[in-house]
């Protein structure tokens, strides 16, 4: 043990040196290092400003970050992103739908069979567990391996801090942090994801709102849903020609309006309960680096799909045997599922929406991925259109319009298909977000308050919405 | 016999033993030397520590990317170096979580070799860390990072001048295209084992009045503490009034080194 008069010793001293030679210390210091840096630098570096590559950076800046183009080519950038992964997914989705649902299936139940299986079995594991993995595999893989790695082309190539740079003074003026842009764009892959970003925000207060408001940024289990009942719902009522333009704008629609709740809620809370002041910060925009292609192409299938499929794999599963249970297990005449589909009739009727919706999101809390699937499988069932397979079954689907015919028949209209498309942008996040929400907050009440906004702000807007349009239509 | 002594003589040699290379991942224990990774934000740290040791940590480009102190290994010429990953930051004056975390971490956590590793093409900004960093610590390499970038730029840079400027190896690296990791494992390898010493740059340039301070009570920390080598930048922080140091100081922390 060092004797502690020597030490105390010491630092009395500095406070006296301290005092000696002023409070510019910290400044005369800082220049001291800024000018043996520009000496070293002067030795060894020699440079040919006239070629410069910064030019160029400097004037697509000019570009990206202007007034009036800033805005109008980040929703161009969006839409060209959604509009590849619309367009790209189709068919591989109905390829997959068609070996996995269509032929491997069927010979799944038939094998079953063959070896004795009782019914019960058979269908708790094909028609139950087998097909809700499958269908998400079918309907959640090729969005998701088109839209991850384009996404992080463009976190690669630069994008995203300038996304941040264009949006700062919005932040700023609803009292949130500059830097909460970007952990709004990495919401737009994973609101988990997103989450765990808001620790490049340094103060308390504006990660707090950071963190839960990152749910109104569209992640990708929801874009999917998005994106299916754009096309089978909103493309319908334009003329053909114009129907792929009218569901790719419902959808980035639907992305705009999160964004906007996104501020609202932001300040909101910095009105409310999160009072304080906006920190300053400077932010670097990063030279843009042309992404090594296919090197991010793989790290993002292996780093971004392959978990996040693996994930909704793991949530499906159980799902799928759950509903397949609920639908087989009788109370009187009624399985359970129906007898809550009945029960929750009234309510989304309210709402717009109906008690297959509200019965399937609670299923869903694992993973957004499965609401679509699981609207699907509860559909056939409360509707009783077989697929000769059973109630709680899967149907064999694979094409968007045979989508579309289930949801007909479970009497969907263009005001369901909206109320969802709002529902899906608004209601709690998955369990995995909420999970990370309370690790990172550590608190239970602001992980309740995260979980518990988004789903009131999804019940009162949908009601609005249906009571207005009731009031119009009819 | 001949074969033995053959390759004896090339695990030992200056050049580069591709063979004495294994990445280890995530695999980190019995580890010989800890290496930190300082850096500005978005020189490619990230990139630089997946190079070294084989892991395929998601990497962006944006300033801020890494929030976590990420940790891997690899194996060379049979001694196993720890990597951390330190959170990117401009300096280490201010009191930011990240630059708290980095500068704890190169301070307290002790490691053999510090790599900073900066932007080729920005280097008069990046320095501002390094000559910080410099200050800390002995035993430090520069990783001239994004050369690729630089040389798009027309930027050239004359890597031995630099080395003798500040006293340290300096190895030009473009990470994200493998190019320069072996030289870097191998520098740090000889820097770890003490095959290379450093006479890293001091911050010159100090008005008189404040030198004077400054030597004045280095003179007394070291005397108080024999063994600590950065008495110099105690004195620093010290008359900036830092109150995490002055607290180590107190705790005997700043002598001991135990985090």
Redesign the interface.
């Known amino acids: 043990?060092?004797s502690?008069t020597?030490?105390e010793?010491?630092?009395a001293?500095?406070?006296e040196?301290?005092w000696?030679?002023g409070d510019d210390?910290?400044d005369?210091?800082?220049?001291?290092?800024?000018?043996?840096?520009?000496?070293?630098?002067e030795?060894?570096?020699?440079?040919?400003?006239?070629?410069?590559?910064?030019r160029l950076d400097a004037k697509i800046d000019k570009i990206v970050t202007s007034r009036i183009w800033g805005f109008p080519i980040m929703l161009f950038v969006l839409g060209v992103v959604l509009w590849l992964t619309i367009i790209g997914a189709n068919y591989p989705s109905s390829l997959l739908a068609t070996l996995l649902l269509d032929n491997i299936q069927p010979l799944l139940k038939t094998f079953g069979n063959n070896i004795g299986f009782p019914w019960w079995l058979n269908g708790f594991l094909f028609d139950g567990i087998y097909l809700s993995v499958a269908w998400v595999i079918a309907v959640m893989l090729p969005p998701m391996a088109i839209f991850f790695p384009l996404f992080?082309l463009l976190?690669?190539?630069?994008y995203?801090?300038r996304v941040a740079f264009n949006m700062d003074s919005l932040f700023k003026k609803s009292g949130a942090h500059g830097?909460q842009a970007?952990t709004m764009s990495m919401g737009f892959g994973c609101n988990a994801a997103g989450v765990?970003?808001t620790?490049?925000i340094?103060s308390p207060r504006e990660r707090l709102i950071a963190i839960i408001t990152n749910n109104f940024s569209l992640c990708n289990g929801r874009w999917p849903t998005q994106i299916l009942l754009a096309t089978i719902f909103i493309g319908a009522v334009v003329p053909k020609s114009y129907s792929s333009f009218a569901s790719l704008s419902a959808v980035i629609g639907i992305a705009v309006l999160g964004i906007f709740f996104m501020f609202f809620f932001s300040w909101a809370l910095s009105k409310t309960v999160l009072k304080g002041e906006v920190s300053t910060f400077?932010?670097?925009l990063?030279?843009y680096?042309p992404p090594?292609f296919w090197k991010t192409i793989y790290?993002?299938l292996?780093?971004?799909t392959i978990i996040v499929l693996w994930r909704a794999i793991v949530f499906a599963a159980p799902a799928g045997a759950l509903i397949w249970l609920i639908s087989n297990i009788y109370i009187g005449n009624e399985s359970i599922a129906s007898w809550t589909v009945h029960f929750l009739d009234g309510f989304g009727f309210l709402l717009g929406l109906n008690g297959v919706i509200l019965l399937a999101y609670i299923v869903a809390i694992p993973a957004n991925e499965i609401v679509i699937p699981t609207i699907l499988m509860l559909t056939v069932m409360v509707t009783g259109i077989h697929g000769g397979v059973g109630d709680g079954v899967l149907f064999e689907l694979d094409s968007v319009t045979a989508t579309a015919d289930i949801l007909k028949a479970g009497n969907w209209t263009l005001l369901t298909a909206v109320n969802v498309m709002l529902f899906s942008l608004l209601h709690n996040p998955c369990s995995t977000t909420i999970y990370t929400i309370y690790k990172e907050t550590n608190s239970i009440k602001w992980t309740v308050v995260a979980s518990v906004l988004p789903v009131i702000a999804g019940f009162v807007i949908t009601f609005l919405v249906t009571q207005i349009w009731r009031i119009l239509i009819y | 016999m001949m074969e033995n002594k053959t390759k004896s003589a090339c695990d030992t040699c200056a050049h580069f033993n591709a063979d004495g290379l294994k990445k280890l991942g995530v695999k980190i224990d019995n580890f010989d030397f800890v290496v930190a990774l300082a850096g500005n934000p978005n020189t490619g740290k990230s990139t630089v520590f997946n190079a070294l040791t084989g892991l395929r940590q998601h990497t962006g480009n944006w300033p801020g990317k890494t929030v976590n102190r990420a940790e891997g290994a690899f194996e060379y010429n049979k001694q196993k170096f720890k990597l951390v990953d330190l959170p990117g930051t401009y300096s280490l004056l201010s009191t930011s979580e990240d630059e708290e975390v980095a500068r704890n971490f190169i301070l307290f956590g002790k490691p053999s070799v510090t790599v900073i590793v900066v932007d080729a093409s920005r280097l008069e900004r990046n320095l501002n860390l390094v000559l910080q960093i410099l200050e800390i610590t002995n035993n430090a390499v520069l990783c001239l990072n994004l050369m690729d970038e630089a040389k798009r730029n027309n930027i050239t840079i004359d890597t031995r001048i630099l080395s003798k400027d500040l006293g340290i190896p300096v190895v030009p690296t473009s990470a994200r295209f493998q190019k320069g990791i072996p030289e870097l494992i191998q520098t740090i390898s000889e820097l770890a084992n003490g095959k290379i010493k450093c006479n890293p740059h001091k911050i010159k340039n100090i008005p008189k009045n404040i030198e004077k301070s400054v030597q004045e009570l280095s003179q007394k920390i070291e005397k108080e503490f024999p063994t600590i080598s950065n008495s110099r930048w105690i004195a620093f922080r010290l008359l900036e009034g830092d109150t995490q140091i002055i607290e180590a100081l107190r705790t005997g922390k700043m002598a001991t080194n135990e985090i």
């Open positions: 043990m060092k502690n020597n030490i010793n010491i630092i001293l500095s406070e040196l301290r000696q030679i210390f910290h005369n210091l800082a220049e001291s290092i800024y000018a043996d840096a520009s000496k070293i630098v030795d060894a570096v020699t440079k040919d400003n006239q070629k410069s590559k910064f992080t976190e690669d190539f630069g995203l801090p830097k970007l765990v970003a620790r490049i340094d400077n932010l670097e990063p030279p680096r090594v790290t993002s292996i780093d971004r």
